[in-house]
């Protein structure tokens, strides 16, 4: 290592030891020799502080570990400028040997060469405590200029070691009565411990850390309605380990207070099994069907994929994984498979194992009740697709509407009651076929039992392009649609069956309209744009703003899915692309920006995006299919260009809508059509690190709680 030159005196507040001030105290007036404990070079993992000349570093582990990196080595540095120097150590406990498996090593430093180095390393196999004194002998320093330190190794028994697997919580929630665990406790095998607290900083006034004696876990209580941007907190918890001793262990970070950062997500995504039909669930039913942990609605980056429109970033572990709900179960839909690599998101191309229903206007429905401290959610929903045909030359199925909302005010303990569609299955020809819309109304607030917010599907409805309010409930999941004081259409409408596009609408005396930074403030959203010939199919709404009527291959609009492409007359035509519910994506086929930037940002590409010859590993409009908007996946093909066959096989239903909110492809001369795919609903809230409320539709909305806007590493 270089010579590190620093002043000649190096105390206690000028280096800390492990965080905090060694255990030792500096006897030497002069303290010429730097020394580091762990890996010299302080921005190294293995670093783990420099201490002062006279220090006493104490190492507790248990037998049979090896001792660790950090605490293994101890380096000296400026002493060996002129002259050779030594490092020694002597017992200082009696013993005339060192302990079973621990070994010596040193590496003697000469002039203007590297760094003194001394180490005990090895496994530790005997319980006991051992006590060395290190020394450096530098021949051309005064007495004064001289350096030692005391290095302790106390070895417990195996599992005695209190090890912490957490660190401190991040976020405390408000209003919350109940503990809430801060700092998890450790485990460790001796059965007497017992467990203290101290140097507490930085928490509100009244919100007081107390721990378990017997767990050595911390929590706050009785927390009020405390609202505050992440700041510095710290706390030290210490183990007594009896004859053992005792072990501190210091949580510090960042701690803000509000709306638990959470999310709920019901849709395909996360479904637990294959759905064919409706299905209304009863309270408490929703964890039976759809996976709580599995809260993401968007799809997770893809490599080297320049028309992904993914929020996430490549393995980043946020985001679904590609079979994320439904797991298809034939081989070639394995890891490798080229429909699983380029965005299966719980859907299959096949007439039996496909979420979509032979019914119009299907669904899934049941009921949320608010979590804990949550006060105000943010919810957004996208309709199903509906079908594209098998008889030759007939059409494609129209993509979903979208919907989001902000700052919906809710109780803790309120049931919300939540639906989401299911796609149309493939039919013979074009007609009243229509996909389920997807929505989220009051039910336990008293009178209050009006829809916050309504995605429609994609085709036909049987009330044209007006509102849902009190329609036919068969088109509506069995529910009267009431409240809804804004109703968006857009260019969806023209056919009245299953070729039209999802309209979208809100309650807008609900939640916190935003501004479009002009002045005007409204409520977004985003219907799908209609069928306009050649057989495709169509994608999903965006979240800023109507698509438009759309020709094959055309790209999303506002984050949308793209519109398939008509490849060949053969083999049937390609399906829409869906759309992610994790908020608005990054880049896509109308702009490579960020959403802030640029409204357009996270559309999906048209189906014949790219180069035809040499489609990149993880294309979403792989082979003609609309490409996915948002993290959506893409829409299956038609004719495969390169082999002249079609997705799975040459038979009917296979060109499906991608999700959410897919229109199904259209026929060919041999075979065609595809199912709808289905719609989905999910709600956030909470904070982020900095304080700022989670919104839609870019702000802290993805899952990942430090990229505060879509896109964002």
Known sequence: MARIRRKLKITGDEYNFGGGASSGSSTSAGGFVKIAKGHPNRNNASHDG??????????????????????????????????????????LNGDTALPAGVSWATNTDGSNTDTGEARFYGTPSAVGTNSFKVKVDYPYGSAAEQVSMTYTLKVLPTG??????????????????????????????????????????????????????ETGAVSVSNVGAAVQAASAHALTVTVDLGEYGTVPKTFSGNVSYGDPYGARYFGPANYKQNQQSSLALSLGEEDT???????????????????????????????????????????????????????????NPTSTQIMCSASNHAYVSGFW????????????????????????????????????MNGITVV??????????????????????????????????????????????????????????????????????????????????????????????????EGSPVDDGTGTTFHYGGGAPMYSGDRHGMGAGGYRGNG???????????????????????????????????GQGEKGGRANADPRANPNAGSGYGGSGGNWTSYGFGSPNYRG?????????????????????????????????????????????????????????????????????????YTYCSEKPSMKYNGEH
Not at 194 to 201: A, D, G, M
Not at 308 to 318: K, M, R
Not at 548 to 571: E, I, N, R
């Open 412 to 509: 803790p303990g309120e049931v919300l009651q939540w639906c989401w569609g299911l796609g149309k299955s493939v039919e013979a020809s074009n007609g009243s076929y229509g996909g389920g819309a997807s929505w989220l109304r009051r039910h336990s607030g008293g009178a209050n039992q009006e829809h916050i917010l309504f995605a429609q599907g994609g085709g036909w409805t049987g009330y044209s392009d007006g509102s849902p309010n009190g329609k036919n409930t068969s088109y509506t999941g069995g529910v009267t649609v009431s409240g809804l004081t804004h109703w968006d259409k857009g260019n969806g409408y023209a056919a009245n069956n299953q070729r039209d596009g999802g309209g979208w609408g809100v309650r807008t005396e």
């Open 50 to 91: 420099f201490f002062d000349n006279g220090s006493t570093i104490t190492i507790a582990m248990d037998a049979g570990g090896a001792i660790s990196e950090k605490d293994q080595y101890i380096y000296f540095d400026n002493a060996f400028e002129t002259g050779t120097g030594t490092v020694t150590y002597e017992f």
């Open 548 to 582: 438009g009527q759309t020709g094959q291959s055309t790209a999303g609009y506002y984050g949308g899915g793209g519109a398939g492409y008509d490849y060949s007359s053969t083999h049937g035509y390609g399906a829409g692309g869906g759309v992610g519910l994790d």
């Open 369 to 404: 009740v608010v979590p804990g401290g949550v006060t105000s959610i943010c919810a957004v929903a996208v309709g199903a697709g509906s079908m594209g045909c098998f008889q030759w030359s007939a059409d494609g199925g129209g993509g979903g509407g979208l919907a989001w």
């Open 289 to 347: 069907y759809h996976n709580p942990s599995k809260s993401s609605g968007a799809l997770r980056r893809e490599w080297n994929a320049p028309e992904d429109t993914s929020p996430y970033y490549l393995n980043d572990t946020y985001g679904c994984m590609a079979n994320g709900g439904y797991t298809p179960s034939q081989s070639f839909y394995d890891q490798g498979g080229d429909y699983y690599k380029h965005g299966v998101m719980g859907i």
């Open 160 to 213: 005695t070691t209190p090890i912490w697997t957490g660190t401190l919580a991040p976020l405390i929630a408000q209003n919350v009565t109940d503990p809430q665990i801060i700092v998890a406790g450790p485990t460790t095998n001796y059965s007497g411990a017992t467990y203290t607290l101290s140097n507490v900083s930085g928490f509100l006034s009244g919100v007081n850390p107390v721990i378990d004696s």
């Open 625 to 697: 299919g609309g490409g996915g908007g948002s993290g959506g996946t893409r829409g299956a093909y038609g004719e495969n260009q390169f082999t002249g066959g079609a997705e799975n096989g040459n038979g009917n239903g296979h060109r499906v809508g991608g999700l959410h909110g897919g229109g199904g492809g259209g026929s060919g001369t041999s075979s065609g059509g595809g199912h709808g795919a289905s719609g989905g609903l999910r709600i956030i809230w909470g904070t982020g690190e900095d304080g700022t409320a989670r919104s839609f539709p």
